[in-house]
T-cell receptor, first 114, second 113 residues
Framework: ETGVTQTPRHLVMGMTNKKSLKCEQHLGHNAMYWYKQSAKKPLELMFVYNFKEQTENNSVPSRFSPECPNSSHLFLHLHTLQPEDSALYLC?????????????FGQGTRLTVV | AQSVTQLDSHVSVSEGTPVLLRCNYSSSYSPSLFWYVQHPNKGLQLLLKYTSAATLVKGINGFEAEFKKSETSFHLTKPSAHMSDAAEYFCVVSGFGNEKLTFGTGTRLTIIP
């Protein structure tokens, strides 16, 4: 248990569905991240939130919509996804501003779009 | 700008033999370097990190890594592989703070019984 909890662990959704991924961190960190991990591709940073403010959006399609209501919770809202969006979505947190601070990862949500 | 290159996408070793996973980095700053491990269908777990206090870094599960500035390398080693070490390993570099964590493409380690 790393202190970062993601739900659900597995999700199957149709292309017309709307669903949300949830991430919660119990570490008192001030930065949270969404990553996408696809087969045979490097880990892709999607979004970064520092102190609840989005500081990075790596050209992610608008069908992915993040929400960070407070520094402990992060959501990823999904709508009208494509089959190529099937992947493992990882949430992470860290203490931004502290030198050499590592990121702590959740277990991930395995998303399948049918 | 920073980058990290993991030189082997797949490494196979026999149980009980040494493990070497290679990583080279490029960074404009004095870098922070990390190794993470990912077991199947799991998140990433920190193995060890380089913080400039010592060039030889010891991590969990018997792993260690040596920071060599002259070679811009941060290779991961273990004297004796165990079956439970079979996993994907990621070398990561960052500048100040964690805004720009840059991941390598990963090395899949297979342990032969």
């Amino acid at each position: 248990e790393t202190g970062v909890t993601q739900t659900p662990r597995h999700l199957v959704m149709g292309m017309t569905n709307k669903k949300s991924l949830k991430c919660e961190q119990h570490l008192g960190h001030n930065a949270m991240y969404w990553y996408k991990q696809s087969a045979k591709k490097p880990l892709e940073l999607m979004f970064v939130y520092n102190f609840k403010e989005q500081t990075e959006n790596n050209s992610v399609p608008s069908r992915f919509s993040p929400e960070c209501p407070n520094s402990s919770h992060l959501f990823l809202h999904l709508h009208t996804l494509q089959p190529e969006d099937s992947a493992l979505y990882l949430c992470a947190s860290s203490q931004e501003g502290r030198e050499n601070a590592e990121a702590f990862f959740g277990q991930g949500t395995r998303l399948t779009v049918v | 700008a920073q980058s990290v290159t993991q030189l082997d996408s797949h490494v196979s070793v026999s149980e009980g033999t040494p493990v070497l996973l290679r990583c080279n980095y490029s960074s404009s700053y004095s870098p922070s370097l990390f190794w993470y491990v990912q077991h199947p269908n799991k998140g990433l777990q920190l193995l060890l990190k380089y913080t400039s206090a010592a060039t030889l870094v010891k991590g969990i599960n018997g792993f260690e890594a040596e920071f060599k500035k002259s070679e811009t390398s941060f290779h991961l080693t273990k004297p004796s592989a165990h079956m439970s070490d079979a996993a994907e390993y990621f070398c990561v570099v960052s500048g100040f703070g964690n805004e720009k964590l840059t991941f390598g493409t990963g090395t899949r380690l297979t342990i032969i019984p």
